[in-house]
Nanobody, 127 residues
Framework: QVQLVESGGGLVQAGGSLRLSCAGS????????MGWFRQTQGNEREFVAA???????YYRNSVRGRFTISRDNARNTADLQMNNLTLEDAAVYYC?????????????????????WGQGTQVTVSS
């Protein structure tokens, strides 16, 4: 019931930075977790980062320290600040949201556990 729209993707050089934004609209349940996944052609969608309603963040190991996920609960937005981008970061990035058992619940790293998805935004990294 919630619509998610990503923005901010584009072409950057390796070592550069990019900030992705996700805007939610429609009915959003209080306590929803939000996250970012990414997917390249021929590969499965993989977990990047997530944040629960309380603001606790979670990252895949390869982006920890380089990426920062944040959210604005009042505006139903979630951003992903990506620094020190590498060629391996190039992918279509998807914003996602899902209901969880509590505001402090740990979000799942499996895409199957997330209910709502945006259409994705392309991140291209050049050398």
């Amino acid at each position: 019931q919630v619509q998610l729209v990503e923005s901010g993707g584009g072409l950057v050089q390796a070592g550069g930075s990019l900030r992705l934004s996700c805007a939610g609209s429609g009915r959003i349940s209080s306590g929803d977790a939000m996250g970012w996944f990414r997917q390249t052609q021929g590969n499965e969608r993989e977990f990047v980062a997530a944040i629960n309603w309380a603001g606790v963040t979670y990252y895949r190991n390869s982006v920890r320290g380089r990426f920062t996920i944040s959210r604005d609960n009042a505006r139903n937005t979630a951003d992903l600040q990506m620094n020190n981008l590498t060629l391996e970061d190039a992918a279509v990035y998807y914003c996602t949201a899902t209901r969880v058992g509590s505001m402090r619940a740990t979000p799942s790293r499996s895409p199957e556990a997330w209910r709502s998805w945006g259409q994705g935004t392309q991140v291209t990294v050049s050398s």
